[in-house]
């Protein structure tokens, strides 16, 4: 009788619990009514200098199309990486609360990502699960779009890969999978662009004075992630108070090299 | 332990009689043992069929390692088993992104990737099959936050091979710049075709239509899957949205001349 009571209760503790493993956690869209802001400026300590990006059309079969693609692609580019105020401040950086579960609905909006002179643009840009990517070529020539979440060991994972060989072609694609991409195109190895796929509307970009500002965040203390591509990760906490402004300051010590310069 | 059972024996019964309710209540539950016996004899499968190469984790560190192969134009080949971690997968019929319908993954395991080393298992019980696709399903969380896409149905048409229709296709090869990749005379060896990488940043190499057969088998429907889906993970895009179905038959009739298939 007791072995039988000790079997059902692991049991029927052991059910549950596997289902349970198996659920991930979800973001869950509320009403937030007395929200907070977090507001602030993000900085580097040092000086960096924007890289020239090298680039090198291989002949192709065809004279012609060897010459199409040294007038659109150029033989250099600005790399636009480091894009720094007077005073340090910079642009392009990704400001994320991680690990938020509950808040605001994040809003349906589809994000265009242009193939325009053998660069993507925009370079970093914010995307909502649940909505589109929306995918345009807008050079003569072919460029392959593949989206890849960036993972831990310098890793990728597909997210999907589109051949577009035609200019003007637009190409309309869900979006399924949240997390940070990076986006690449095999033909012209040096492009690249980075997408923050989001559940939640939590997100911002730095503007050209390194500002941003996130709003209507319900109380709490949250994790912040600062990310940009040529720099290494900044994590701070910040309290989020009902109704008022957290001030958030953050400034890059360590740059890195982003993976189409490796 | 005895003692702590006999003075709690109403709480632990009434509790486990919530549980089971709320177990028995909540749907696919009847399935619940069925499923974790199929597990348990895919694992038994994969261990003695696939570990080797995949690895106990499926992460694809098996014992095999990475095997080398010369191609025939002198360059080496490197072959990696799968990282079904990951649940990327190559060799779908569903959309670039999407996860494969089980059929694909049967096929995968029921055919093997010659290619690349990976044996056919064909002669096992069709129930073993499908018990170790389930098991390696259980490698990536990706099987339990998606569902497979609706698969892209393949009608081959009767032109599909003839002169006309690989004339065509010989155009369209040109316009959707395969070549690149895969070289002009589809020999492998495109202006791009020694920079590509794949999702781990390897150096992977595009098919050479004129010596290799496709790792999925070179039957028309499959080149023209191969290029209507695209081959995740790889740079292989997927030209679904470029070409309508009729062009994607002229361009199957191409390469299969290439590969002195047709006709």
Same mark, same amino acid.
């Given at each position: 009788?007791?072995?039988?009571?000790?079997?059902?209760?692991?049991?029927?503790?052991?059910?549950?619990?596997?289902?349970?493993?198996?659920?991930?956690?979800?973001?869950?869209?509320v009403e937030v009514t007395n929200g907070?802001?977090?507001?602030?400026?993000?900085?580097?300590?040092?000086?960096?200098?924007?890289?020239?990006?090298?680039?090198?059309?291989?002949?192709?079969?065809?004279?012609?199309?060897?010459?199409?693609?040294?007038?659109?692609?150029?033989?250099?580019?600005?790399?636009?990486?480091?894009?720094?105020?007077?005073?340090?401040?910079?642009?392009?950086?990704?400001?994320?609360?991680?690990?938020?579960?509950?808040?605001?609905?994040?809003?349906?909006?589809?994000?265009?990502?242009?193939?325009?002179?053998?660069?993507?643009?925009?370079?970093?840009?914010?995307?909502?699960?649940?909505?589109?990517?929306?995918?345009?070529?807008?050079?003569?020539?072919?460029?392959?779009?593949?989206?890849?979440?960036?993972?831990?060991?310098?890793?990728?994972?597909?997210?999907?890969?589109?051949?577009?060989?035609?200019?003007?072609?637009?190409?309309?694609?869900?979006?399924?999978?949240?997390?940070?991409?990076?986006?690449?195109?095999?033909?012209?190895?040096?492009?690249?662009?980075?997408?923050?796929?989001?559940?939640?509307?939590?997100?911002?970009?730095?503007?050209?004075?390194?500002?941003?500002?996130?709003?209507d965040?319900p109380?709490?203390?949250?994790?912040?992630?600062?990310?940009?591509?040529?720099?290494?990760?900044?994590?701070?906490?910040?309290?989020?108070?009902p109704d008022?402004?957290?001030?958030?300051?953050?400034?890059?010590?360590?740059?890195?090299?982003?993976?189409?310069?490796? | 332990?005895?003692?702590?059972?006999?003075?709690?024996?109403?709480?632990?019964?009434?509790?486990?009689?919530?549980?089971?309710?709320?177990?028995?209540?909540?749907?696919?539950?009847?399935?619940?043992? /069925?499923?974790?016996?199929?597990?348990?004899?895919?694992?038994?499968?994969?261990?003695?069929?696939?570990?080797?190469?995949?690895? /106990?984790?499926?992460?694809?560190?098996?014992?095999?390692?990475?095997?080398?192969?010369?191609?025939?134009?002198?360059?080496?080949?490197?072959?990696?088993?799968?990282?079904?971690?990951?649940?990327?997968?190559?060799?779908?019929?569903?959309?670039?992104?999407?996860?494969?319908?089980?059929?694909?993954?049967?096929?995968?395991?029921?055919?093997?990737?010659?290619?690349?080393?990976?044996?056919?298992?064909?002669?096992?019980?069709?129930?073993?099959?499908?018990?170790?696709?389930?098991?390696?399903?259980?490698?990536?969380?990706?099987?339990? /936050?998606?569902?497979?896409?609706?698969?892209?149905?393949?009608?081959?048409?009767?032109?599909?091979?003839?002169?006309?229709?690989?004339?065509?296709?010989?155009?369209?090869?040109?316009?959707?710049?395969?070549?690149?990749?895969?070289?002009?005379?589809?020999?492998?060896?495109?202006?791009?075709?020694?920079?590509?990488?794949?999702?781990?940043?390897?150096?992977?190499?595009?098919?050479?239509?004129?010596?290799?057969?496709?790792?999925?088998?070179?039957?028309?429907?499959?080149?023209?899957?191969?290029?209507?889906?695209?081959?995740?993970?790889?740079?292989?895009?997927?030209?679904?949205?470029?070409?309508?179905?009729?062009?994607?038959?002229?361009?199957?009739?191409?390469?299969?001349?290439?590969?002195?298939?047709? /006709?």
């Amino acid at each position: 009788m007791k072995k039988i009571l000790v079997f059902i209760l692991l049991v029927a503790l052991i059910i549950p619990a596997l289902s349970y493993a198996k659920r991930t956690p979800r973001y869950k869209a509320v009403e937030v009514t007395n929200g907070g802001t977090i507001k602030g400026t993000i900085k580097s300590e040092n000086r960096v200098d924007d890289p020239v990006i090298p680039i090198r059309v291989k002949p192709k079969g065809d004279p012609e199309e060897t010459r199409l693609e040294e007038d659109t692609c150029g033989s250099s580019q600005q790399a636009m990486m480091y894009v720094l105020s007077p005073d340090n401040e910079v642009k392009n950086a990704l400001v994320i609360v991680e690990g938020i579960t509950h808040g605001r609905a994040a809003p349906k909006k589809d994000i265009t990502i242009n193939n325009l002179r053998c660069r993507f643009e925009p370079l970093v840009s914010i995307a909502y699960v649940k909505s589109y990517y929306i995918i345009r070529n807008s050079d003569p020539l072919l460029h392959n779009t593949w989206l890849g979440k960036v993972l831990n060991a310098g890793a990728r994972r597909t997210i999907f890969n589109l051949a577009l060989p035609y200019r003007d072609q637009v190409i309309k694609k869900p979006n399924r999978v949240a997390g940070l991409i990076n986006v690449r195109c095999d033909i012209h190895p040096w492009m690249r662009a980075y997408v923050y796929s989001s559940r939640h509307p939590y997100a911002a970009i730095t503007d050209a004075g390194g500002n941003f500002e996130i709003r209507d965040i319900p109380p709490g203390t949250y994790k912040i992630r600062v990310w940009h591509e040529g720099f290494e990760d900044i994590i701070k906490e910040v309290k989020v108070k009902p109704d008022s402004t957290s001030d958030f300051r953050a400034v890059f010590t360590n740059t890195r090299r982003p993976f189409f310069m490796k | 332990m005895k003692k702590i059972i006999k003075g709690n024996i109403f709480i632990i019964f009434a509790l486990s009689l919530m549980v089971l309710a709320f177990a028995i209540e909540s749907p696919a539950r009847d399935d619940d043992a /069925e499923y974790a016996a199929m597990i348990e004899s895919g694992r038994k499968v994969y261990e003695v069929r696939c570990l080797l190469c995949h690895g /106990e984790n499926g992460d694809g560190n098996g014992l095999a390692g990475i095997i080398r192969r010369a191609e025939r134009n002198g360059r080496i080949l490197e072959i990696y088993p799968r990282d079904l971690a990951m649940g990327v997968f190559r060799f779908r019929t569903t959309p670039t992104g999407c996860l494969p319908v089980d059929q694909d993954i049967i096929d995968i395991i029921s055919n093997g990737v010659p290619r690349s080393f990976m044996p056919s298992y064909k002669h096992l019980p069709r129930e073993d099959i499908k018990a170790v696709r389930e098991y390696i399903k259980t490698f990536s969380f990706r099987w339990e /936050e998606e569902e497979p896409c609706e698969p892209i149905s393949v009608n081959r048409p009767v032109w599909a091979g003839n002169p006309d229709s690989v004339r065509k296709g010989r155009k369209i090869y040109k316009e959707m710049k395969c070549g690149e990749c895969h070289g002009y005379t589809g020999k492998g060896d495109g202006p791009k075709s020694n920079d590509l990488k794949d999702d781990q940043g390897k150096q992977i190499l595009p098919f050479n239509f004129t010596t290799g057969n496709l790792k999925r088998g070179s039957s028309p429907e499959n080149v023209y899957i191969t290029f209507t889906t695209g081959l995740d993970g790889t740079g292989m895009p997927s030209y679904e949205d470029s070409l309508n179905e009729e062009d994607r038959w002229h361009l199957v009739s191409y390469t299969l001349q290439l590969m002195k298939k047709g /006709e």
